[in-house]
Nanobody, 127 residues
Framework: QVQLQESGPGLVKPSQTLSLTCTVS???????????WTWIRQSPGKGLEWIGY???????YYSPSLKSRISISRDTSKNQFTLQLASATPEDTAAYFC??????????????????WGQGTQVTVSS
């Protein structure tokens, strides 16, 4: 059974980089071609927000609204993938989740769906 665990500081100062790591067990970030390794966040004002993902080949995709500040990468030796969000502001305060997402076909279209969730970690951006 795949498990995902977020780790990183819970408090980030404004203008600094928000950095989180997701450690994966029960699957490989390199070998599984069926899934995407994804970061999602949730805040009261915005609800769930898709941040981006990295696939098993190491190719990343970022939300257009955030991509100028985002870098998603991986450490294959540790079976981890990371999120770095530069120039953090208080609006970036949220619960951050890593997830394994896949594609599903429904009603004539392909969709991404969350197959596995990490438990989430609260990150507060404040001085």
């Amino acid at each position: 059974q795949v498990q995902l665990q977020e780790s990183g500081p819970g408090l980030v100062k404004p203008s600094q980089t928000l950095s989180l790591t997701c450690t994966v067990s029960g699957d490989s970030v390199t070998d599984n071609k069926e899934y995407y390794w994804t970061w999602i966040r949730q805040s009261p004002g915005k609800g769930l927000e898709w941040i981006g993902y990295i696939n098993s080949r190491g190719s990343a995709y970022y939300s257009p609204s955030l991509k100028s500040r985002i870098s998603i990468s991986r450490d294959t030796s540790k079976n981890q993938f990371t999120l770095q969000l530069a120039s953090a502001t208080p609006e970036d305060t949220a619960a951050y989740f890593c997830a394994r997402t896949g594609t599903t076909y429904s009603s004539g279209a392909n969709y991404h769906a969350v197959a596995s969730w990490g438990q989430g970690t609260q990150v507060t951006v404040s001085s």
